[in-house]
């Protein structure tokens, strides 16, 4: 009779993953069939095959999914996670688009979100980034400002006790922030192509960090590969409306119960923009992701 016990999925390598015991032992975990459904964070019920492998047989309950799609494939992020640490950065710019579109997604699980502005050494670009933020300050997302390559300290007491996932565009800093928090990590870093004006992919899989115990005692991290696009595709369009917090007050009061708050008379949302109770910026970027995904 085979050994079976339980296990939590550590890093995720598309066909194997490799999954933390117990006893804190690691070992290669292989699932039975052709699909992979399993992701960083999952928690997982496993046949022992030898000292260093194991069958994955079933999933354990999931209180949260973290993924993105478009129309034709789904990519798996994290499992379990509690909280989206987004990491944008003065340099190289991030979209805003991107930034809404992981908060959508974030909101929709029912996850907390903080928003890390990376690399605040670098001025230059600093009150533009900050100018970027405020949207979403004012909204109640709570935004941190710090550099990783001097200080991340001061995050600490926003892990504790949470499972976070570290979400951003390639060259935010990410791995940089990693190593800061957790030193022994030794994630892969890179310097930014400026000629580009984007960063290189430094980690290629999701992995999934035991934060220090008397600096943030019950946190994870689980850091992930730079996100280029997060696409919704599997959201519906009420979904990705209520993913937009400022919208919540107005959604409903249009006059016509499947308005797209386009050309529709009498549209809440839209008089909403013209009283200022809605970011432009917002609204326009609410439209781009509605109109890309239906």
Same mark, same amino acid.
Do not use: W
């Given at each position: 009779?085979?050994?079976?016990?339980?296990?939590?999925?550590?890093?995720?390598?598309? %066909?194997?993953?490799?999954?933390?015991?117990?006893?804190?032992?690691?070992?290669?975990?292989?699932? %039975?069939?052709?699909?992979?459904?399993?992701?960083?964070?999952?928690?997982? *019920?496993?046949?022992?095959?030898? *000292?260093?492998?194991?069958?994955?047989?079933?999933?354990?309950? %999931?209180?949260?999914?973290?993924?993105?799609?478009?129309?034709?494939?789904?990519?798996?992020?994290?499992?379990?996670?509690?909280?989206?640490?987004?990491?944008?950065?003065?340099?190289?710019?991030?979209?805003?688009?991107?930034?809404? %579109?992981?908060?959508?997604?974030?909101?929709?699980?029912?996850?907390?979100?903080?928003?890390?502005? #990376?690399?605040?050494?670098?001025?230059?670009?600093?009150?533009?980034?900050?100018?970027?933020?405020?949207?979403? !300050?004012?909204?109640?997302?709570?935004?941190?400002?710090?550099?990783?390559?001097?200080? *991340?300290?001061?995050?600490?007491?926003?892990?504790?006790?949470?499972?976070?996932?570290?979400?951003?565009?390639?060259?935010?800093?990410?791995?940089?922030?990693?190593?800061?928090?957790?030193?022994?990590?030794? *994630?892969?870093?890179?310097?930014?192509?400026?000629?580009? @004006?984007?960063?290189?992919?430094?980690?290629?899989? !999701?992995?999934?960090?035991?934060?220090?115990?008397?600096?943030?005692? +019950?946190?994870?991290?689980?850091?992930?590969?730079?996100?280029?696009?997060?696409?919704?595709?599997?959201?519906?369009? +009420?979904?990705?409306?209520?993913?937009?917090?400022?919208?919540?007050?107005?959604? +409903? #009061?249009?006059?016509?119960? @499947?308005?797209?708050?386009?050309?529709?008379?009498?549209?809440?949302?839209?008089?909403?923009? !013209?009283?200022?109770?809605?970011?432009?910026?917002?609204?326009?970027?609410?439209?781009?992701?509605?109109? !890309?995904?239906?």
């Amino acid at each position: 009779m085979k050994k079976t016990t339980e296990g939590l999925i550590i890093a995720a390598f598309g %066909r194997h993953y490799e999954v933390e015991l117990p006893d804190g032992q690691l070992i290669t975990g292989f699932p %039975r069939g052709k699909k992979s459904p399993y992701a960083c964070g999952d928690r997982v *019920a496993l046949e022992i095959a030898s *000292a260093d492998q194991a069958q994955i047989t079933k999933h354990l309950p %999931r209180t949260s999914l973290l993924y993105r799609s478009d129309e034709y494939r789904e990519k798996l992020i994290a499992a379990n996670a509690t909280q989206i640490v987004l990491v944008v950065a003065t340099e190289p710019s991030f979209t805003d688009e991107l930034l809404a %579109r992981t908060l959508v997604a974030a909101e929709v699980e029912g996850l907390r979100t903080l928003i890390v502005l #990376n690399k605040c050494d670098l001025d230059a670009q600093l009150e533009h980034a900050r100018e970027r933020l405020s949207v979403l !300050a004012k909204l109640g997302y709570r935004v941190i400002e710090l550099s990783a390559r001097n200080d *991340a300290s001061a995050l600490f007491t926003c892990l504790a006790g949470e499972t976070s996932v570290l979400v951003g565009q390639s060259g935010m800093g990410k791995s940089t922030l990693t190593n800061a928090l957790i030193p022994e990590a030794q *994630a892969a870093t890179r310097e930014i192509s400026e000629a580009l @004006d984007s960063g290189k992919h430094t980690t290629t899989h !999701a992995r999934l960090y035991e934060l220090p115990q008397d600096k943030a005692p +019950g946190g994870k991290l689980i850091d992930c590969p730079g996100l280029q696009e997060f696409g919704l595709s599997h959201l519906s369009f +009420g979904q990705i409306e209520e993913g937009f917090v400022d919208f919540r007050p107005h959604s +409903g #009061n249009c006059r016509f119960r @499947d308005c797209r708050h386009q050309n529709e008379p009498d549209c809440a949302i839209k008089a909403a923009v !013209a009283s200022g109770a809605i970011n432009p910026r917002r609204y326009e970027q609410f439209q781009r992701i509605v109109g !890309a995904s239906f």
